[in-house]
């Protein structure tokens, strides 16, 4: 038999950061992933931004989270000998003068401060912006490269002989011993980072996802400068190109792109940008939502061997580092997690 503490289901970003903490915090680990093209992390736009939403507030524990994510990614990039993480400055244009004002106020106030770089009160003069009246500049934004992250991840877990390039089938699991068995492999803990596949885990059926799909496209324009232009969509500029989305589908839970998706995120755009541009490619995904908007953390009431991280929904890039430090807290010392993740709740 082959021991080890946690078994992890799922190499996306919230498996591979998880299994990156317990590591650091020198826990024997083992990581199963199939290696699927059709992931929500290898589909990503990989955007993070404190300030979100029509009427743009601060996201969820945007407070703890933001001064440190920059630390973290690059944290990361060093152990893993890669660069995945491009901080940014986000640039929303405004619509009007009384927008304007708003912001002038807000970037004032101590609750946004730290967060406005400048607001600007005429047009920025970048190619095919479309902001007569300006717009405000945001800080601690950027994106990551979420393909790099996963792949340098692959490389870093196989370099480390913990990863298993395989399917998991939950009829190979057993849980009737001390200890969990998979085939030849013992361990204390698993726990299931499966993404949007959650929902054909029989030991989750009873948790409220709510699945929502996502297109983006890539366009052959893109700006030489470090800005993010963002408002109803995205235009992250990238080396020679621009990454534009998304789209939000409860409906058409699919991993195709669609004609209406790819018209309505050309819509959006034309109200912020005038530029020419062609579409390079398109691509979907399922980003695995909750109801409530908040991840589910925490392990199984019958039997406190089997956990869950997942959840993550549109937030995953900056979620996911901030949690998984705290759950590798949790496996490790028994500290205690927030009452608002808890799977019970
Ligand atoms: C179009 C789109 C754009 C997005 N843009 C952003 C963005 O800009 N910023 C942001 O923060 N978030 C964004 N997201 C959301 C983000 O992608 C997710 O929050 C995050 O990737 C979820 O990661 P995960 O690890 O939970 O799931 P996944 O990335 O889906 O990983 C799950 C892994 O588990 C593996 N797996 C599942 N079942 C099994 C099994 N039985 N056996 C073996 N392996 C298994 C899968 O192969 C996969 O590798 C976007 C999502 C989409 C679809």
Known sequence: MDRTEVLIVGQGIAGSMLAYELLKSGRKVRIMDDLSEKTSSKVAAGLYNPITGRHMVKTWLADEIFPNLGVHYEEMERDLGEKFHFPMTI???????TEQNDWMGKSES?????LVLTVNTSSLGHEGFIDPYGGVQLQKCGYVDMIKLIHSFNLYFDSKGILIPQLFDFRILETDGELLKYGNLEFDLIVFCEGDRVINNPFWQHLSFRLVKGEVFTIDFSSDSNI???????MIP???FSTVGSTYDHKNLDWEPSERGINSIKEKLSKIFSGKYRILSKWAGIRPATFDRRPFIGFHKDDKRIGIFNGFGTKGVSLVPYFAKQFAKQITNGERM???VAIDR
């Open 91 to 97: 640039y929303r244009p405004f619509f009007s003068i």
């Open 110 to 114: 101590s609750e946004y401060s730290d």
């Open 228 to 234: 993010i232009l963002n408002r109803g969509v995205f």
């Open 238 to 240: 990238k080396d020679g």
């Open 338 to 340: 927030l009452s608002e």
